[in-house]
């Protein structure tokens, strides 16, 4: 009997939901998670540089952190004092800079910042329109509840739109905060702190606009870590990234750095639940990978999270019409015509990997295919990138 098309449990972000729907699902990272939300939503604000190769966890971090079910549900009891009576309160913005900034970096991140906060608020309040908000009429202080504030936000909003059209009001709403960066951006941060809300802004993909951020545009920085806390999330450190003098600014020595060099891959029983424990989660899927289906899959992918998953997800993609029950999906038989197929995937993978090293770690890796500097000591970035793992894990 053929399988029923049903979602594919190893797309990424359906992964992500399944994970979030139960913590004992929860594989590989959930440590540093945990850590994560007890730095950002201790009593001051805080900033945190998230720091690991590429594929190795930091976008899916960020992704249950901003996730409206995610990692707060999960850790909760790992927030801060502040917020444990209402976690609720934090205000998770993520900003994904994978394509750059264009124009000056600093206005433009600023800028961004301003525009995602705004988003993130509107859901926030339940309001049509965050900008519509008179200012003026909301408290300057503490308010009891979120829901309190909720109520007070709308009622305003309604009584306001009786008396000022809307552009009207978007227009006092800018004047009341500034229209110039990073003024407003801080003034609206100031406002919410007030209220007892924290906005977390969660930077993926920091590497694109880290070196091109003069010592001003990071002192700016520095200035919205006093009303919100912020996760920078790089394949490298910063100070690998930043000019010697623009460190100096008092922005890096606020930065905390969480890196996540001990989970360069996942453990051997993290990798196996990563391959076998998907397709559990999918009501009516009958679709599974056997113990010799994961065996076969670990040796080719070793422990890298990400190469497991997009190896599971092309192989639920291209098997599921042909599966049957209680039998390998990958048949002894066929595993060199797996194998051959499963190539240009590989090649994909550590060609991005690749792009990324430096021309010794790539020399070095020439010698280590070549033979030649099997017992030499060699630099560790090629190993936390990906290439060489455990024996049997054959990423060299």
């Known amino acids: 009997m053929t399988a029923p098309l049903l979602p594919n449990p190893y797309r990424e972000d359906l992964l992500l939901e399944a994970m979030l729907e139960c913590a004992e699902r929860f594989i590989g990272l959930g440590d540093e998670l945990e850590d994560l939300v007890a730095r950002v939503t201790q009593e001051r604000p805080a900033a945190v540089s998230l720091v690991a190769p590429r594929g190795m966890g930091k976008s899916f971090m960020l992704r249950c952190l901003a996730h409206p079910e995610g990692g707060l549900r999960l850790f909760r009891r790992a927030v801060g004092r502040a917020f444990a009576d209402e976690p609720e309160r934090l ?63 709308q009622r305003a909003i309604a009584a306001a739109r009786e008396e000022a059209d809307d552009d009207e009001l978007r227009q006092r709403f800018t004047s009341e905060l500034g229209a110039t960066m990073p003024g407003g951006l801080i003034e609206l941060l ?29 002192d700016n920085l520095r200035a919205v870590l006093a009303v919100a806390s912020m996760v920078i999330a790089s394949t490298r450190a ?15 020595n606020l ?12 453990s051997p029983e993290d990798a196996r639940r990563l391959v076998l ?12 990978f056997t113990e010799a289906d994961a ?74 295919a070549a033979g030649e500097l099997a017992d ?14 455990s024996k049997g894990a054959r990423n060299a």
């Open 277 to 288: 424990e998907p397709p559990t989660w999918v009501a009516g899927m009958q679709f599974r």
């Open 376 to 389: 030499e000591p060699i630099s560790p970035e090629p190993v936390a990138r990906g290439y060489i793992g």
């Open 238 to 252: 910063l100070s690998e990234q930043v000019p010697a003098e623009v460190q100096t600014s008092p922005f890096f």
């Open 190 to 218: 100031r406002r919410i702190d007030a209220w007892g809300l924290r906005a977390v802004f969660l930077l993926d993909e920091f590497d694109t606009i880290a070196a091109r951020l003069s010592r001003e545009e990071y």
């Open 255 to 266: 930065l905390q750095r969480l890196t996540i060099l001990s989970l360069r891959f996942l």
């Open 295 to 368: 065996d076969f899959i670990l040796e080719l992918t070793g422990l890298h999270p990400d190469l497991i998953r997009e190896t599971c997800e092309y192989l639920y993609r291209t098997r599921y019409r042909s599966y049957r029950a209680g039998q390998d999906v990958l048949p002894e038989a066929e595993r060199p015509y797996v194998r051959a197929l499963l190539q240009p995937l590989f090649a994909d993978f550590f060609a991005g990997l690749w792009h990324e090293l430096s021309e010794h770690d790539r020399r070095t890796l020439r010698l280590i």
């Open 91 to 153: 205000l998770f913005v993520p900003l994904d800079l994978s394509g750059g900034l264009t124009g000056t970096a600093s206005l433009s991140l600023l800028r961004q910042l301003y525009e995602e906060l705004l988003v993130q608020l509107k859901e926030l309040l339940k309001v049509d329109d965050v900008t519509l908000l008179p200012l003026e009429r909301m408290p300057s202080g503490r308010v009891s509840s979120l829901g309190d504030l909720r109520e007070r936000a």
